[in-house]
Structure formats: C-alpha cells, structure tokens
T-cell receptor, first 113, second 111 residues
C-alpha cells in the first residue's frame, strides 16, 4: 500500500461548489503539506501542519481551508470553488528534520468549470 | 529575487550525453537541497539530496552544491530517453521549516 494516499484522484466540479480533498499517510510523520501545481509555476504551498494543533498558511492560502483530523489525516477544502483553482493538488509529509525529503501523494487533478 | 530559481527549459540533449541542470537560491534557503524528477501528471520523486558543499554521486546522477555562490546543480550522465521529465529543485528554509520549490526545468533526451 502507498505511504501517502489522496482521494479523490480526479474531480470535476462546478463554480461555487464546496470540495474536499483528503490525504492520509502511514509514514508516522507529524508534518503534512498541501501544494498546488500549475503549468510553469512549480509547486506552491497552500497550507502546512506540524501537528494536529499547529496549522499554518502557505503562500497561496486564500480560498482554501484545511483540517488536521489526526496525525495521519490532513484535508483541504475549497469553500466555493472557482475556475482558477483548476490545478493538480499534492499532499506531502516529512519527518521533522530539514535534511529529510518530503514524501508526496499521487495527486488530485481538480477541474472547476 | 525568487527564493529558488531554475531555467524552465526545455533543455534538449542527445541520448548518451551529460545533462546539466542548474538552480540558484536566495539567502532564506540555506540548509538542505533536493532534486526531484516529475513525469507529466505524476508526483515528484526524489533523485538526490545534498547538504554540504561539494559533489554527491549516486549512479548516473551527481549533485553539486556551492554555498558561496548559492547554486546547486544536477548532472545526469549517459542520459536516456526515460530521463525526459521535469526536474524540480527544492530547498529547505530552517527559519520557517518549509520546502521551497523552483518552477522546474523540462529535460528532453533525444533518441
């Protein structure tokens, strides 16, 4: 089984709908991250969490919210989806040391019509 | 200045040649550096990590870090068509405990 899973893998929705993307991990890491990727823009950080009670905004948090339900679960919500939120979304985890890499989920491709 | 910068490419090299990918970073990014390979629509996968000045080799891949000049590079020897992908450079910011990514360089290895 994959260490970091994301559901759904693909989602098409309409403008104004509320959408939740879910991430689960079996790595046992405290740190979890949500990124979005757009062509030519690399990975941009939306939110990150260092434990259940520690949630922080990233560089592009407007229009998004998150919930850390447990150490292993970190969900991203789009309260009212808009077309420019169409992107590939990745969840990642990492150990606490900065010398360790992040581990990425398979991604969710979201299309907002 | 962006915190981590890469040339977007595409960088085209013939099969069997050495591909050289470069990345520069700002003062905020100082601790550790990572190179990821990403195929279209897939998640990034770690190729190399480097923390100290100098070279680090792993098979066909060599990462180079020069902290004085604030650049990190990735060399791919004997490039293969399967190496065609986007390569992401990332740095870890010890102050804010975040990973900062460059926009990626697209590599094309021509058979």
């Amino acid at each position: 089984d994959a260490d970091v899973t994301q559901t759904p893998r693909n989602r098409i929705t309409k403008t104004g709908k509320r959408i939740m993307l879910e991430c689960s991990q079996t790595k046992g890491h405290d740190r979890m991250y949500w990124y979005r990727q757009d062509p030519g823009l690399g990975l941009r950080l939306i939110y990150y969490s260092f434990d259940v009670k520690d949630i922080n905004k990233g560089e592009i948090s407007d229009g998004y919210s998150v919930s850390r339900q447990a150490q292993a679960k970190f969900s991203l919500s789009l309260e009212s989806a808009i077309p420019n939120q169409t992107a590939l979304y990745f969840c990642a985890t990492s150990p606490p040391r900065g010398t360790d890499t992040q581990y990425f989920g398979p991604g969710t491709r979201l299309t907002v019509l | 200045q962006k915190e981590v910068e890469q040339n977007s490419g595409p960088l085209s090299v013939p099969e069997g040649a050495i591909a050289s990918l470069n990345c520069t970073y700002s003062d905020r990014v100082s601790q550790s550096f990572f190179w990821y390979r990403q195929y279209s629509g897939k998640s990034p996968e770690l190729i190399m990590s480097i923390y100290s000045n100098g070279d680090k080799e792993d098979g066909r891949f060599t990462a180079q870090l020069n902290k004085a000049s604030q650049y990190v590079s990735l060399l791919i020897r004997d490039s293969q068509p399967s190496d065609s992908a986007t390569y992401l450079c990332a740095g870890y910011t010890s102050g804010t405990y975040k990973y900062i990514f460059g926009t990626g360089t697209r590599l094309k290895v021509l058979a």
